[in-house]
């Protein structure tokens, strides 16, 4: 159920992907009192925050949560939720709900699993419809934090949970946090549209190439990619 949306200018698909999901999420809360929106870290989706963060959208009744995060306090800087209140959470947006994935701080070290744990029954919480996610794609194949034959990444494709704990081998796609928090396949089938956000040539060939690949261990956004219960609204540009 892919829906391609390619362009040539970068601020022409910005505009256009935040007119989409603007008329997604206000659909969605003609229809009901609360939603759920997903958003991931990286720095392809912030000019998309920042133009969200000015909509004119009942915020105070959507509930902006994590897709993934990495393993650190929300005040390091290559936290996701850092990123989302700087960018998203701010002017008409601050009113909306959020629910992050990590802890404030990290005084004693916790458990990953610990906070996977805790992370399931926080999500378990949220609000219903999901109404749209925001995914992105590396030039290795992964969304979320769905690494390529990742520890974790098989029950994470196959389980019933939100979310899962993901430790990644070190690539240059993941950076020096390799410990991830990621929500699964199945949580993120339960949004009503998932829209994949990407730039340039060479993921453009991993795109093209994962839409018929075999192995989802090797390159994950396969398994959002060839499903047919969720529409896949791409957008790329060079």
């Known amino acids: 159920m892919l829906h391609e949306h390619?362009?040539?200018?970068?601020?022409?698909?910005?505009?256009?992907?935040?007119?989409?999901?603007?008329?997604?999420?206000?659909?969605?809360?003609?229809?009901?009192?609360?939603?759920?929106?997903?958003?991931?870290?990286g720095s392809s989706p912030i000019p998309l925050y920042q133009a969200l963060s000015?909509?004119?959208?009942?915020?105070?009744?959507?509930?902006?949560?994590?897709?993934?995060?990495?393993?650190?306090?929300?005040?390091?800087?290559?936290?996701?939720e850092k990123l989302v209140h700087e960018n998203l959470l701010r002017n008409q947006a601050a009113a909306a709900g959020f629910t992050g994935m990590s802890v404030?701080?990290?005084?004693?070290?916790?458990?990953?699993?610990?906070?996977?744990?805790?992370?399931?029954?926080?999500?378990?919480?949220?609000?219903?419809?999901?109404s749209a996610a925001i995914l992105g794609m590396g030039p290795d194949g992964h969304t979320a934090s769905l690494f390529p034959h990742a520890n974790g990444l098989e029950d994470a494709l196959v389980k019933?949970?939100?979310?899962?704990?993901?430790?990644?081998?070190?690539?240059?796609?993941t950076g020096a946090v390799t410990q991830r928090i990621s929500m699964t396949r199945w949580a993120l089938l339960q949004c009503r549209v998932l829209y994949l956000l990407f730039t340039g040539n060479e993921k453009k060939e991993i795109y093209e190439q994962a839409k018929t690949a075999s192995d989802s261990r090797t390159l994950p956004i396969a398994v959002f990619l060839q499903q047919q219960e969720v529409p896949v609204e791409v957008y790329w540009c060079p």
């Open 160 to 173: 019933h949970q939100y979310c899962m704990g993901i430790e990644a081998s070190p690539s240059a796609a």
């Open 6 to 41: 390619f362009f040539v200018d970068h601020s022409v698909m910005i505009d256009a992907l935040q007119t989409a999901l603007c008329e997604q999420l206000q659909q969605d809360l003609l229809q009901h009192l609360q939603i759920s929106f997903f958003v991931s870290g």
């Open 54 to 80: 000015v909509a004119q959208l009942p915020w105070d009744r959507t509930n902006i949560a994590l897709v993934d995060e990495r393993f650190v306090p929300v005040n390091d800087p290559a936290s996701n």
């Open 104 to 130: 404030a701080s990290f005084s004693e070290q916790p458990k990953l699993s610990a906070v996977v744990q805790a992370c399931n029954a926080h999500y378990a919480q949220l609000p219903q419809p999901y």
